[in-house]
């Protein structure tokens, strides 16, 4: 591939990745993104004479002057003004696409597609950004090298001075060596991307050892929430049903000590919202006011008591940021811990609250998802919910008109039974008979109401069917009832080695008030819902990968804070005071012990130095090879071209006039005309053959071998008196 091709291929990389980095944040709706894709592609055929029409460059400058004024007026009239700055942003990259003609329109190409980098740590923190972040440490090493030889090459052939056929001249050059497939290859791409080892490193370096005093851009970030349905303050029935085979993660659990290996199959129960008004159609939730949840310390919060590390079970849950900032408990959870955040350096404990029931939110969200740890007992004793004092009974018990068939069904159905807790469980039992089956489809309801309908001709739905069913049944018997929305399931990612639950795990449940025992869970939905939700494939493999990927994406560089870094610095500190060979006492390590910690520090070391230092050692490897081997990979013009400048250079040095080591043939050439050497006219003519059979591949012909040797000649032959003004000079 010539040069300027290889060139154009590596700004449009660099420059696409920039474009994808600022459509990560939705600020730009779809028809902004279809014309930027259009203009990037159509961009591609600015070729040849087209760009260097006054008429075309005039009309792209007049346009970006335009769309800026329009942007402007539009921000006066109270428009998003990001989404106007992105918009901004992007045609302004298509626009330097569309005018690429020398090294400084490149350079500027890349200089807007890092600056589209940095604006997407506002826009997002996706593992999308990650993806954009490794193709731009790869593609940027690359973008710079090729900018920079170009700048040197037209610093070789400049279109100043001189008459009109000498500026045509050096431009039809130009043009050649820009042509040539021999100024770089293969080995320079890979070459120059083993400098992003390095760089990367030293990057990762800076992020773990840097203080983290806050979230930075990403506090600037305004983006939505994932939404999930079921979790506000209303839910319509039969909601549900439409999501059921929606696999898009919501959150992770992660038994804690992690286990080696895979974990074995376990059923979660993460409750996150209860409802206690029901019309006929939809639930809703009655307004009461939110409890603080007191915190033991600075992120322990009791629901029942203090969590216990001994006996009970500790997960660990990786919750996205949602639309309603619910966080979701484990069934049995009698505590929680959620760390602090961190504002300008300092720990600030999180705002929990508690309303009517079980249904904890956060007050503080932060648009980056939660990471807490629940403790669930393991006393059966400790499951239920203890009901809060604020708890108004008549709202669990009030009902809709027109139920007196779902009234006589209810009496029908626990006839016989001695408590609320028997007739739970015999309503249970009926809804899970044979009578009754499990279905993604609503029912139809025609002129009937949606509980009629499904009770007494359809008999099948889903999860809210079933749980609206019940509770509405239990109420009609003076039991106080509520719906509860959650996530029921759980399936194993062994990739990240968490239960993953979905969208589509998305479930409605029941709680019912039994005395002396508070609000007792039961799940009124067949166990056939199991068998439904989204496949298992070969896709549902790849999807496991990437939520395993963005999990960690999210938890070790998203959540990477203040608080990390002490606690490995801690880490850090612990092991040099067991391996310290300073102190006394018996906890002073043996001498054997010193030198076992000293190796493993010098091995550690040995292989950071092996991976900072292998790139460096194969490019310094490869860079001697070519100088060794460039001679052998000339044609036979170029070596000879080599070969007389390399004359033309021992005469000048014996005239005083020595090339320096910082200037290029031609630059020597422009210096010697300008300080008036007699034969500065021969060197030009021998250099400009020499650029032209070296980079641009042109014959050299005997007779202009035998022209060049004779302008070498009458340099080596000058006065001597030119050697000392030289000199001088």
């Known amino acids: ?134 193709g731009f440490v790869i593609v940027t090493p690359w973008m710079l090298a090729l900018s920079q030889l170009r700048r040197e090459i037209e610093g070789n052939y400049p279109v100043l001075g001189g008459t009109e056929e000498q500026i045509e001249k050096s431009q039809a050059a130009m043009r050649r060596v820009l042509a040539s497939k021999r100024v770089v290859g293969a080995s320079f791409l890979v070459s120059t991307a083993l400098l992003a080892v390095p760089l990367f490193a030293m990057t990762l370096a800076i992020f773990v050892i840097v203080p983290r005093v806050g979230q930075g851009f990403l506090s600037l970030r305004r983006n939505e929430g994932q939404r999930v349905a079921g979790f506000g303050n209303q839910i319509e029935l039969g909601g549900f049903g439409v999501i059921r085979d929606d696999p898009t993660v919501v959150l992770r659990v992660t038994p804690l000590p992690r286990a080696e290996g895979a974990l074995p199959p376990l059923a979660l129960r993460m409750r996150g919202t209860s409802f206690d008004r029901y019309d006929g159609k939809r639930w809703t939730r009655s307004p009461a006011m939110a409890t603080p949840l007191h915190s033991l310390g600075r992120d322990h919060y009791p629901l029942r008591r203090a969590g216990d590390l001994k006996h009970d079970q500790m997960l660990q849950v990786v919750l996205d940021h949602l639309d309603e900032p619910v966080i979701f408990v484990p069934y049995g959870a009698v505590a929680l811990t959620v760390p602090p955040r961190i504002v300008q350096g300092e720990p600030i404990s999180r705002e929990l609250v508690r309303a009517a029931g079980l249904d904890i939110r956060y007050a503080d969200p932060d648009e980056l998802g939660l990471v807490y740890i629940a ?188 608080r990390t870094q002490v606690t490995i610095l801690r880490k850090l500190a612990r092991f040099f005071e067991r391996h310290s060979l300073t102190g006394g006492g018996a906890n002073m390590p043996s001498l054997k012990d010193g030198a076992r910690a000293t190796y493993k520090l010098l091995r550690f070391a040995g292989l950071v130095l092996f991976v900072l230092g292998l790139p460096l050692g194969f490019l310094w490897w490869r860079r001697r090879r070519a100088k060794q081997g460039k001679a052998r990979a000339l044609s036979a013009d170029a070596a000879q071209a080599v070969k007389l400048y390399q004359e033309l250079e021992r005469a000048l040095a014996a005239r005083g006039y020595a090339r320096p080591a910082s200037s290029t043939p031609s630059e020597h050439s422009r210096e010697l005309t300008a300080r008036g050497f007699p034969h500065a006219d021969e060197v030009h003519e021998v250099t400009e053959r020499y650029m032209q059979a070296r980079y641009g591949g042109r014959a050299l012909e005997p007779a202009e071998q035998a022209q060049l040797k004779s302008a070498i000649a009458k340099v080596r032959s000058g006065h001597s008196g030119h050697s000392g003004a030289g000199a001088g000079g």
């Not at 600022?22 to 779809?30: A, I, K, T, V």
């Not at 918009?87 to 589209?116: C, G, K, M, P, W």
């Not at 009609?476 to 990739?495: A, D, K």
Request: glycine content about 6%; some cysteine; proline content about 5%.
């Open 1 to 134: 591939m010539s040069f300027a091709n290889l060139h154009k291929l590596v700004a449009y990389l660099i420059s696409g990745l920039g474009l994808l980095a600022l459509s990560l944040g939705n600020e730009l709706d779809g028809g902004i993104l279809v014309l930027t894709f259009v203009g990037y592609v159509a961009s591609l055929f600015a070729e040849g004479k087209l760009l260097h029409r006054p008429l075309y460059t005039r009309g792209w400058t007049a346009a970006v002057v335009a769309l800026l004024l329009f942007q402007i007026v539009r921000g006066l009239s109270s428009s998003p003004t990001l989404a106007m700055a992105i918009e901004f942003a992007a045609f302004l990259q298509v626009s330097r696409l569309a005018n690429r003609r020398t090294a400084a329109d490149y350079q500027q190409i890349a200089v807007l597609a890092f600056l589209h980098l940095i604006a997407a740590t506002v826009l997002s923190a996706s593992l999308s950004y990650a993806l954009i972040f490794v």
């Open 375 to 562: 403790y669930v007992t393991r006393d059966p004793k400790e499951v239920d919910v203890v009901p809060m004092a604020s708890e108004i009974p008549a709202n669990y018990l009030q009902l809709p008109p027109h139920l007196e068939r779902v009234a006589a069904l209810a009496r029908r159905v626990t006839a016989g039974s001695h408590d609320p807790d028997e007739a739970a469980r015999r309503i249970v039992s009926y809804l899970h008979s044979s009578e009754f089956t499990y279905s993604l489809e609503q029912p139809d309801v025609k002129k009937d109401t949606p509980l009629d309908a499904f009770l007494f001709r359809a008999k099948s739905g889903h999860c809210e069917y079933f749980a609206s069913a019940m509770a509405i049944m239990l109420r009609t018997l003076n039991i106080p009832s509520r719906n509860v929305t959650g996530f029921v399931g759980g399936r194993y990612n062994p990739y990240g080695g968490y239960y993953a639950l979905r969208q589509g795990d998305a479930h409605s449940w029941v709680e019912a008030f039994i005395e002396h025992r508070g609000w007792v869970t039961f799940d009124p939905t067949p166990p056939a819902r199991a068998g439904l939700g989204p496949r298992q494939n070969l896709w549902a493999d790849v999807q496991a990968l990437v939520d395993a990927l963005r999990t960690r994406w999210l938890t070790s560089i998203v959540g990477y804070d203040l």
